[in-house]
């Protein structure tokens, strides 16, 4: 039996023991990672520790630990109250304006998992504050920066569009832009109905009336209640003093760091809340504790493994045996599905930048349309960013309330999991088989 499939029998042993045993999943993926590349592939330790994500730690931790602080001192519940009072108290609105924001600021180029570890902690305090599914708003927080990534100016569509050009293969930038936006948006869609939309909805229409009812019965000459009847003020809601003030301030900071002058999201978290922590030491008591540990140990050590796996070239075996197969059409199926399952687990950029090329063979045949191909291979290994263990899905997890945190990771996980199957899937039915996008 070869080492690849060894290390592939293993990684599905990992899911299953974890899954049955209730131990983390990352604590035996380490364990895995240490006992295949030593024994396996005879690699020394610091050639497993190498795949460790450094950098999803370090913005797991800073990121958390920021907002524990902005949780402790009521400067999230301030920004929550504020997003009720602009969407006029239609709470239903709310996660297709976090879908919008995430969308845009991805579009003119900032990096998916800083536009999702910025607006989460404000939209997941959103989603707990006024009952919203924690799982359906984190969906519409990837899904809107993974849509928007994908414009001409965005990250995966300057790579994907340069892959594309570096390989002299037909491509159309708006065609790959609106097909994954597209995507991004049907499944935000779908999560929106499944997860509890249109009750969302239904409460709104009945908060609207009971307002208007409320209007008419006050009499229309007394003026003061013309215009805030269905914004669900909270007068308990702490007021905006020094403290939450600067912590405004520190997440505008880290806002503009990250989106406009592309400083490390992770590194800039910790400085400003370092900086509070000095400025308002006692406010800062326990917020180290309410950083996401567990989550930070299940995705380091499932990341660390699927490393060890890309750097002994278990995926380009994939990729090469899917090569090898005769059918054009079924070989690009089984690319996309193979791109929608690692990226699921590692770095959509890295997927982007391997899978396509692997393509190129068939697209030279001309027996499958290369705009098709590429755009499916696009939508299929970025939506399901919503993975658990990418750094999108981990940032959700993350933020939501830790009572709710292990029921947001298995609930994720389904979604991220049934997306994995059902993206390729349908991509090939709509934009491959067809055959028109050449």
């Given amino acids: 039996m070869s080492a690849e499939i060894i290390a592939l029998i293993v990684l599905v042993l990992v899911f299953l023991v974890a899954t049955i045993r209730s131990i983390n999943m990352g ?3 380490l364990v895995a990672a240490f006992v295949v590349g030593t024994s396996v592939f005879g690699v ?20 958390t630990y920021l907002f524990a602080l902005a949780k402790t001192n009521g400067t999230v519940d301030w920004i929550v109250h504020r997003a009720v009072v602009a969407v006029r108290g239609r709470v239903a609105l709310m996660p297709w304006v976090m879908f919008a924001v995430c969308a845009a600021i991805t579009a003119i180029g ?11 902690p404000v939209a ?32 995966f569509g300057a790579i994907t569009n340069g892959v594309v050009d570096q390989g002299k ?35 709104d229409r009945q908060s609207s009336e009971t307002a208007v009812m409320s209007l008419a019965g006050s009499g229309a000459g007394s003026g003061g209640a013309s215009d805030g009847g269905d914004d669900p003020v909270d007068d308990a809601l702490p007021r905006l003093d020094a ?3 600067l912590t405004l301030i520190g997440l505008l900071v880290l806002a503009v760091g990250a989106l406009v002058f592309d400083l490390d999201i992770g590194f800039l978290a910790l400085a400003v809340a370092v900086v509070l ?15 996401s540990w567990g989550t930070v140990l299940l995705v380091g050590g499932i990341v660390t493994y699927v490393a060890l796996l890309q750097d002994q070239g278990t995926v380009k075996w994939l ?11 079924l070989a690009a199926l089984l690319i996309c599905l193979i791109g929608a399952v690692v990226s699921a687990f590692a770095s959509t950029t890295g997927i982007l930048g391997a899978l396509i090329p692997l393509a190129v063979p068939f697209l030279q045949t001309g027996q499958v349309g290369a705009v098709g191909m590429v755009t499916a291979l696009a939508i299929s290994s970025s939506v399901v960013d919503c993975s658990p263990f990418s750094t999108n899905g981990a940032l959700i997890v993350a933020n939501a309330d830790v009572t709710i945190r292990d029921d947001v990771f298995k609930h994720l996980m389904t979604w991220g999991m049934t997306i994995v199957v059902a993206a390729p899937l349908l991509c090939w039915l709509v934009l491959i088989v067809p055959g028109r996008l050449s």
């Fill in 27 to 29: 604590a035996l993926a």
């Fill in 44 to 63: 020394e330790v610091d050639d497993v520790l190498g795949g460790f994500p450094a950098n999803l730690f370090v913005i797991l931790v800073g990121v």
């Fill in 110 to 120: 900032a990096a998916s998992p800083a536009a999702v570890a910025i607006v989460a």
């Fill in 124 to 155: 997941m305090g959103f989603a707990a504050r006024y009952r919203i599914h924690p799982v359906m708003m984190g969906l519409m927080v990837v899904q809107g920066s993974t849509g928007g990534s994908f414009s001409p100016i965005g990250i």
């Fill in 169 to 203: 293969l037909p491509g159309n930038a708006a065609v790959l832009f609106g097909g994954v936006l597209g995507a991004c948006a049907l499944i935000s869609l779908v999560g929106f109905l499944a997860l509890g939309g249109t009750k969302l909805l239904q409460r």
């Fill in 243 to 245: 403290q939450r003030a």
């Fill in 277 to 291: 922590t000095l400025i308002f030491p006692s406010a800062a008591r326990g917020a180290v504790d309410k950083i």
């Fill in 319 to 329: 990729g090469d045996g899917v090569a090898g197969v005769g059918a054009p059409l």
